[in-house]
């Protein structure tokens, strides 16, 4: 038995996009509650963006393991066509499932020592910044020709996904580095910088979906998924 289900890269996007703004219309007025009227009610942690383990970030968990999918889906058509790219697909796929992984483990602080955070500057109050910056200058460099060859459309999706993404993971994370070694982080200032660099980085993972998906659809019209069940 097979099921075909047709996907409209425009529908998704729309409908991720107001989760999105639904998310920071909650979380706004409950960092103004919290830091200004002292509201501090239990069930506001639920919907904080500034919170870890919670709807929020949940939602960019999944957002990041359906683009983990997509990349695979593309990965696995690449290889069939013994395209020269197929490594470099394959490699995004498990990237973006370990930024899934890391969205809800936190697996990046695990590089926050307080000891090495007091004897650097201000804006690396959040120390794991440093190697993935790192990390991404290499990244960068091993897929410039990845991305030269992108067909036009399809790079500038990726590109303004990854100058969205990552400015608000490490460019917002490391202002608030900055904001956090004059003011502290409980503040209504820091938690408004949280909530941007969190809007920031699902806006830009929707418009990289938004650019997987439209590579798919050019790549065979419209996108199928075929369903298989054995007994």
């Known amino acids: 038995m097979s099921y075909h289900l047709t996907i409209s890269p425009k529908t998704i996007v729309k409908y991720l996009t107001i989760g999105v703004i639904i998310l920071a219309l909650i979380s706004i007025p409950i960092q103004i509650g919290k830091y200004v009227y002292d509201y501090r009610e239990a069930w506001t942690r639920m919907f904080n ?52 992984v890391d969205e809800v483990a936190q697996v990046h602080e695990i590089f926050i020592i307080k000891d090495i955070s007091r004897m650097l500057p201000g804006i690396f109050y959040s120390v794991w910044v440093i190697p993935y910056g790192i990390a991404l200058i290499i990244f960068a460099q091993k897929y410039r020709k990845f991305t030269r060859d992108l067909p036009s459309r399809t790079r500038f999706h990726f590109i303004l996904a990854a100058i969205l993404y990552i400015g608000g993971a490490l460019g917002m994370e490391i202002i608030g580095s900055y904001w956090t070694d004059l003011e502290g982080q409980q503040n209504l200032i820091y938690a408004l910088m949280a ?4 809007v920031m980085e699902m806006i830009g993972i929707i418009i990289f979906i938004y650019g997987l998906l439209s590579y798919l659809k050019k790549e065979q019209d419209h996108l199928q998924i075929n369903i298989k069940i054995l007994n």
């Open 195 to 198: 909530t941007l660099e969190e």
């Open 49 to 100: 963006l500034d919170r870890e383990m919670n709807l929020p970030t949940w939602y960019s968990a999944l957002m990041l393991a359906f683009c983990s999918l997509l990349l695979r889906v593309i990965a696995l058509g690449k290889k069939t066509q013994y395209e020269r790219y197929f490594r470099h697909w394959n490699f995004l796929s498990m990237l973006f499932l370990f930024l899934a």
